[in-house]
């Protein structure tokens, strides 16, 4: 049989509101004695905390969920870390779950969890949700924002960088440097609404500079490693690529190394910008020049818009920045 407070009470010889003080740590109603003895009692007979009851009763959850889509980059890591770094402090507890890389089923896995938990609210990281499973999201009336996923023409929250820009200063940043052969490598643009705003910022900056983009310059991919190897495979050892902007921080560092086997130098012979700008990019060499997110300050807006309901903006943009670093040559 499961133990209860009353049980508790009466083996330790207190009132069951007492229990429930020194049990929620609720300092200034009872001493040290009482307390061991509750806690004594309390351990001798089994007990154990539960959150759901508990959250019925007061009505209030302190669960943050964090669903999390498992593209291949560490681009989550750094907005984990703003969220951590701003619900430690408010007593909230952290809840992390994956659903997938545009899989509906997981999708849906992650909300149902969510909603059976009774969260205080969601926050959803580069997560573009199913119809159906937005729908469900939606209907269960917890307050939830996306970030790092700018949701292009729909009514819904989200906290991102702008991705039409991160794909045109990408691209001018090489073009200002002389580079007019410029490649986009490793990233989704056929389904997803991060890839096309960047393609479409990539092409809109060749054509404001006069160059005429070449459909075999951009290379689909999952924003992975092994996406930039194949990336640089496809443009190959002769490539007239001078310089490549690649779709996350991995398809880089893949591209870089594929041009390695090829016997090609970066900055020398092919000039790369990463996009995200993580510590990866200061762990290889030569340094990645980056089109840096502000993914830190996502995690904290975040936080922040689920706990101040009066303040909320129901889409911000975060800003970018290009970290120069030493993977790009300027032709003259």
Known sequence: MVATIKDIAQKAGVSAATVSRVLTNKEGFFGDKTAKKVRDAAKELGYRKNTSAMELVTKKSNDLAVIVNA????FSNAIIDGIQEMA?????????????DEDSERQRRAIN????????????LSVDLAPKNLELLQSANIPFCFLSISLDGRNLPFISSDDYQIGYQ???????????KIGLAGLEYEHTITGVLRLKGYRQALLDAGVEPKSEWTSLGDYSYEAGQKSMTDYGAKTELTAVVCGSDWVAIGVMNQARSFGLAVPDDLSIVAIDGTNLCEIVQPQLTSVTQSFYDMGVAGVNWLLDSKKRVDQKITPITINERQSVREIK
């Open 71 to 74: 593209t291949k980059t560490n």
């Open 88 to 100: 430690f402090p408010q007593n909230l507890n952290v809840i992390i779950l994956y659903a997938g």
């Open 170 to 180: 990408a691209t001018k940043y090489l073009l200002d440097r002389g580079h007019t």
């Open 113 to 124: 969890t969510v909603v059976e938990r009774s969260v205080m609210g969601v926050l959803l």
